[in-house]
């Protein structure tokens, strides 16, 4: 059955389903049972599961963890959500020493089926300390599997194939995406999807993750009416990464951006981009490009963050540079609109 | 207390609170765009543990830090500047209200990151002891900061090396919408830290002068013993965990009765109590005047600063 939904609707569908389904699934994490119900993201689970399947916790996340981790391997499938992906690096020594190597470790002979959810934030000043992804650092440890879902159909597919998953999975959920309404086809159950065509275009791919995809998306409207065709892909898993649909498409169009929602040093871009360099050697008709953050802490004014963030603009004039295109007029374009829907204070 | 005391202390609180009210007034014209944590029934605790230790003491608190920030500095400009994102602001628009600091008056660093601060002011602490100095370091945190491991490894490291270290937990007993009951596995932190050597202290959070008393108490124990502090100090929340409205309709908690508002108020305890000693009411309200203009051309210079220009995206970076 299909139905429209938003983002967070689809979160909370995704965990009620899988929680109906299979009763080791439990959803926990600061916040997780109040009113406020992250965004919305697990509405109705308590009342339909009770507190014994849906909780809160103390503000100890590199306990609770390890907590998550302990579940998992005892057989439970445990959901950890976190309001903010900034608060996952006090439990880092749980995620990268631990959760990521268990089962190796162990030869083979442990499982840890455990799914972090965790929100991207940005906006309204979140700053320095309320706004990272950090998706390049945790695809960084082998044993990790790293998801981005970006539409309401990802939150719910992504959501119910990683709770599936047998091994840990870090879903990280921008909080910008989840006002965004879509078609949810509750039988479409994948496992961790890998990167999708979400445009079809002949000039430039632009390979994106999370927000980024909304922002390329923006970026092809505004070139189809300058004659210019986008191939936009959502990578949604970047760990791990299968880069074969985005080297076909660059054998199409010889042109990629990579559009990174992240610090471009040493990030996700970087890892595609050499594999790119590799898979792509002879067809690339100029150099890659790679957009992303500002190389900076995020700032909390708005003319500082608009300058910290990679957008549309940046997009448009990197495929200005690709195709040796005059600069396009942009200034009757509005871009930046979603920005002004999301008010304070969180 | 002298008089010109009382009146310091008064002030101070008032401009805390008239400027927690103005940002009230003002938020909705989005000119802030800043997640605000606001301080209103928690004025008290700053302003009197501030009044104690000597000047200069290095400071540490967290994102709810508007009344820390104020006591220590009282400089509204600054901080409406910041407040709105530009460049005359504390942080040039890079901290918001979540990281204010004033490393000149002793305030280094607060965090949006629950607990973060704590093993900073150790570190600080550590620096003294270094350098042999005695001058204490103050941490301000929340009660559920008490829950983070990094709080329970701080404390102990401060006890073993006997740091001039005063711990303050400001206890509303949330942690934004969870009650108490539902994250502590004990019934009383003073209780819990009482196993380490530390001297521990309690004070209504909502008294200034009962925090005032039981801070220089607890300062005189620390001194005597050679110890930390830990001041547990517990107050109202008025308002939501963050932003400018209250929350009662939402149904997690009670509305507080008209009688427990006047209670849980620190100003109106404060100023009750001074004019019970005889404060003339004429001299309370001069001082309120006086304090709505200051923070009414703090406003309005913040609205007319400049935000910081393309450049200053990539300033600060590195020394
Ligand atoms: C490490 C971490 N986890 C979670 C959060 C989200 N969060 C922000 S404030 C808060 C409650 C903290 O409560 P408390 O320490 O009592 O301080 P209060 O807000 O009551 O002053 C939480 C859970 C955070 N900022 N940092
Ligand atoms: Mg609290």
């Given at each position: 059955m299909t139905e429209t939904m938003t983002y967070r609707e689809a979160l909370a569908f995704a965990a009620a389903k899988e929680m109906d389904a299979d009763p080791t699934v439990f959803v926990f994490g600061l916040d997780v049972p109040d009113h406020k119900r992250i965004f919305g993201s697990t509405k109705g689970l308590v009342e339909k599961f009770g507190p014994s399947r849906c909780f809160g916790t103390p503000l100890s996340e590199d306990a609770m963890t390890g907590v998550a981790i302990g579940a998992a391997l005892s057989g439970l499938r445990p959901v950890h959500v976190h309001i903010r992906a900034d608060f996952l690096l006090l439990g880092m020594n749980q995620i990268a020493n631990v959760m990521s190597s268990l089962r190796y470790m162990s030869g083979g002979a442990l499982r840890v089926p455990l799914v972090i959810r965790a929100v991207i934030g940005r906006g309204w000043g979140q700053g320095a300390?309320?706004?990272?992804?950090?998706?390049?650092?945790?695809?960084?440890?082998?044993?990790?599997?790293?998801?981005?879902?970006?539409?309401?159909?990802?939150?719910?597919?992504?959501?119910?194939?990683?709770?599936?998953?047998?091994?840990?999975?870090?879903?990280?959920?921008?909080?910008?995406?989840?006002?965004?309404?879509?078609?949810?086809?509750?039988?479409?159950?994948?496992?961790?999807?890998?990167?999708?065509?979400?445009?079809?275009?002949?000039?430039?791919?632009?390979?994106?993750?999370?927000?980024?995809?909304?922002?390329?998306?923006?970026?092809?409207?505004?070139?189809?009416?300058?004659?210019v065709r986008l191939e936009v892909i959502d990578i949604r898993t970047v760990a791990p990464l299968d880069e074969t649909p985005v080297v076909s498409s660059v054998a199409k169009t010889g042109r990629c951006i990579i559009a990174d929602y992240d610090w471009l040093y040493a990030g996700f871009s970087a890892e595609l981009a050499a594999r790119l360099a590799h898979h792509c050697f002879g067809v690339l008709k100029k150099p890659i490009e790679r957009i992303g953050f500002a190389p900076v802490p995020c700032p909390t004014t708005r003319p500082l963050e608009n300058l910290f963030y990679p957008s549309a603009v940046q997009i448009i004039r990197a495929v200005e540079r690709l195709l040796d295109l005059d600069s396009i007029d942009l200034s009757q374009e509005s871009f930046y609109s979603y920005e002004e829907r999301f008010k304070g204070p969180f | 207390m002298n008089k010109g005391e009382g009146l310091r202390l008064y002030r101070t609180l008032t401009l805390i609170r008239r400027a927690e009210e103005a940002i009230r007034l003002h938020y909705g014209e989005d000119d802030m765009k800043t997640p605000v944590h606001l301080s209103i029934g928690q004025e008290a605790i700053p302003v009197g543990v501030c009044h104690v230790l000597p000047e200069g003491s290095p400071m540490f608190g967290t994102y709810r830090n508007h009344a820390l920030y104020l006591a220590l500095t009282e400089d509204t400009d600054r901080f409406f500047a910041e407040l709105h994102g530009k460049e005359a602001g504390m942080g040039r628009g890079k901290a918001g209200s979540m990281h204010l600091c004033e490393p000149s008056r002793g305030l280094l660093a607060t965090s949006a990151v629950v607990g973060t601060t704590i093993p900073l002011a150790v570190g600080a602490a550590l620096a003294q002891a270094y350098r042999h100095l005695r001058q204490p370091v103050a941490v301000f945190f929340g009660d559920g900061a008490a829950e983070e491991g990094v709080f329970w490894e701080s404390l102990n490291f401060a006890c073993q090396r006997s740091l001039n270290l005063l711990f303050v937990c400001e206890d509303n007993g949330l942690a934004i919408h969870a009650p108490a009951a539902d994250r502590r596995g004990f019934s009383s932190i003073t209780q819990a830290v009482g196993g380490f050597r530390c001297c521990t202290a309690t004070a209504d959070g909502s008294d200034l002068s009962a925090i005032i008393e039981a801070t220089r108490a607890l300062y005189r124990d620390m001194e005597a013993d050679k110890q930390p502090g830990l001041l547990h100090v517990s107050y109202f929340r008025f308002l939501e965990h963050v932003g400018i409205g209250e929350d009662f309709f939402t149904g997690y908690r009670q509305a507080p009765s008209d009688q427990e508002r006047r209670e849980r108020d620190p100003l109106i305890r404060f100023s009750s109590h001074l004019l019970s000693l005889g404060y003339h009411p004429a001299e309370l309200r001069a001082i309120d005047v006086e304090v709505d203009d200051q923070i009414c051309r703090s406003i309005g210079r913040a609205r007319s600063a400049d935000y910081p220009t393309a450049e200053a995206l990539y300033e600060d970076l590195w020394v």
């Open positions: 300390q309320h706004s990272k992804s950090m998706h390049g650092l945790f695809g960084h440890f082998p044993g990790i599997k790293v998801g981005l879902p970006t539409s309401p159909q990802d939150a719910y597919s992504m959501l119910r194939a990683a709770i599936r998953d047998d091994n840990p999975v870090i879903l990280l959920e921008h909080r910008w995406l989840y006002d965004i309404e879509g078609s949810v086809d509750e039988q479409y159950l994948p496992p961790l999807p890998g990167p999708v065509v979400v445009r079809q275009g002949t000039d430039v791919t632009v390979a994106c993750t999370s927000w980024m995809t909304i922002e390329a998306m923006k970026a092809a409207d505004v070139l189809a009416r300058h004659g | -």
